[in-house]
């Protein structure tokens, strides 16, 4: 008959975490299959990617802001990795609830494994950019220290991070469609504000003043970026004020997102 | 919560209430809605699909809901299916839900009938293992075994309804929620659907709430019906009596 009670595995899940790490596990694998479904080269875009973009980028900028960098390529491919993770994640975590309307409106889900779902496929993704880093790195016989031991903690405050903002304007974006275009702009003057491309020291050099260099020295991206250039490019330690940086950040946006998503959540449905 | 003492329900509706609120255009900018909040123009008229209800049901009851179009019977089951959250009162469910509500509810066409299967088994609550060793069955009984690579989008709906009736009746449930479904598909799965039903029924361990149009239908398969019109419980008790009650509104 239909139901076979000869079934040892028990059919539902034990706990709400289990249920909820099974379905966030369904939803990133979706994510990955829809992303590369019928393209030739696959998941192999998401080395070449970062790789084409370093080189466009160090052919111009080269001649601008590269005079006191070693490596340059390396520090640009960096930079932009590691802000793409943030912008990738948050442009799709600030939709995701908005996207995942049909299955709130039909099915018990918990509602805050969307955001999470678009920051973890966010993360797979910069995970293959690390191979063209690698490819970057044997190119200009860059030898990796001990010190990438660090790359897990940056990746971990960096996720955490994204998915506080990912909690906040997505939640946000349910109720007013303009933080999305919002979003687009902040993105914008936050990619110019963040050393990229440039060099930080420009800034010192060419005597900005005192407020500019605060700013972008607060600025979470700033310290995520010289995190992780710290540990492949210059081989040292993050400095302990970056460190603290990140995790101030990281915790301070994962604070706020909760809370404006745990007081929002009950009205998306109305909203979606 | 330890002073409640009636563990003995499968589902408790407590005075219930879902208000919506009617904005008379909805406002989805932010510069709208400060012009409206500074002319004080912010105003909603509510809208009361569910007026205080409470009803109990037992483990292995079938209840059918029944009531106009519009009257607040799928408010009703998506209250109990944990998908809308009731404005006031609390609604109290134990037990492993299978709601029939919206079959496919969840499926994504662009991927193929066998990662849907995986995809909607999360959300039903299933672990991995147990949708691994079931697939097979799932699969029989949708009778779509050729077409399991394929993606859902070159699906037909009745098809697509196959796969989402299997995947969420593979296993008992303790309460199954059946909301119309079962006018999808052609009659001979039609029949393969109510009679699988029918054998949860028959189990007696499955708490059934079925809404539909067809009286003879919840005639046949409930014991007892909850009339709700325009929002209020009208009326509950034995089903001969609620749906003779029902009809004669129309005399």
Request: charged share 15%; proline share 3%; with cysteine.
């Amino acid at each position: 008959m239909a139901n076979s009670p000869t079934c040892a595995t028990a059919s539902h899940a034990r706990s709400e975490y289990q249920k909820n790490l099974f379905i966030l596990k369904q939803l990133v694998t979706k994510d990955f299959k829809l992303k590369y479904r019928r393209s030739v080269l696959g998941v192999a875009w998401s080395v070449l990617n970062p790789l084409l973009m370093m080189v466009v980028m160090s052919i111009v900028f080269s001649f601008l802001f590269s005079a006191n960098i070693e490596n340059y390529p390396l520090y640009l491919i960096l930079g932009n990795i590691t802000f793409a993770l943030m912008t990738d994640s948050t442009n799709a975590a600030l939709v995701s609830f908005i996207e995942a309307a049909p299955l709130l409106k039909k099915v018990k889900v918990a509602r805050f494994v969307f955001p999470l779902q678009k920051v973890l496929f966010a993360l797979v993704n910069f995970s293959f950019s690390l191979v063209a880093v690698a490819i970057v790195m044997l190119w200009f016989r860059v030898v990796p220290t001990w010190h990438l031991v660090w790359l897990p903690v940056c990746l971990a405050l960096l996720v955490v991070f994204c998915v506080g903002i990912g909690l906040i304007i997505g939640s946000l974006a349910v109720f007013f469609r303009d933080v999305i275009h919002l979003w687009g702009v902040i993105l914008t003057a936050w990619t110019y504000l963040t050393p990229i491309f440039w060099d930080f020291q420009m800034l010192l050099d060419r005597g900005a003043p005192a407020w500019v260099i605060g700013i972008v020295k607060v600025n979470p991206m700033y310290n995520f970026v010289t995190f992780m250039r710290d540990i492949f490019l210059w081989n040292q330690s993050p400095a302990a004020s970056t460190l603290l940086m990140c995790a101030g950040w990281a915790a301070v946006t994962l604070l706020i997102g909760i809370a404006v998503f745990r007081k929002t959540q009950h009205k998306f449905i109305l909203y979606v | 919560m330890a002073s409640t003492t009636a563990p003995e329900y499968a589902v408790e509706v407590n005075d219930v209430s879902m208000v919506f609120n009617m904005a008379s255009e909805q406002l989805n900018s932010l510069k709208e809605y400060f012009i409206k909040l500074m002319r004080h123009e912010l105003f909603f008229s509510e809208f009361r699909a569910l007026k205080h209800i409470s009803f109990k049901v037992r483990p292995g009851e079938v209840v059918g809901l029944v009531g106009t179009n519009g009257s607040g019977k799928s408010t009703m089951l998506k209250i109990i299916a944990g998908v809308l959250e009731a404005s006031e009162g609390t609604c109290i469910v134990r037990g492993n839900i299978a709601p029939l509500i919206e079959l496919g509810a969840g499926f994504d066409l662009e991927l193929t009938a066998r990662e849907n299967i995986y995809l909607n088994g999360a959300l039903l609550g299933y672990t991995k293992d147990f949708i691994d060793g079931h697939l097979d069955e799932i699969v029989e009984f949708a009778e779509l075994r050729d077409f399991m690579d394929m993606p859902l989008k070159n699906y037909s709906s009745g098809m697509v309804a196959r796969i989402a009736f299997a995947i969420a009746t593979i296993t008992e449930p303790d309460i199954l929620i059946v909301d119309e479904t079962l006018s999808v598909g052609d009659v001979f799965f039609q029949e393969k659907c109510e009679r699988r039903i029918r054998h949860f029924i028959e189990s007696g361990n499955v708490t059934v709430l079925f809404v539909s149009h067809s009286l003879e239908q919840v005639e046949r398969i409930c014991q007892r019906a909850v009339w709700i019109e325009r929002g209020d419980l009208r009326m509950d008790g034995p089903v001969h009596e609620v749906c003779e009650a029902y009809r004669n509104q129309f005399a």
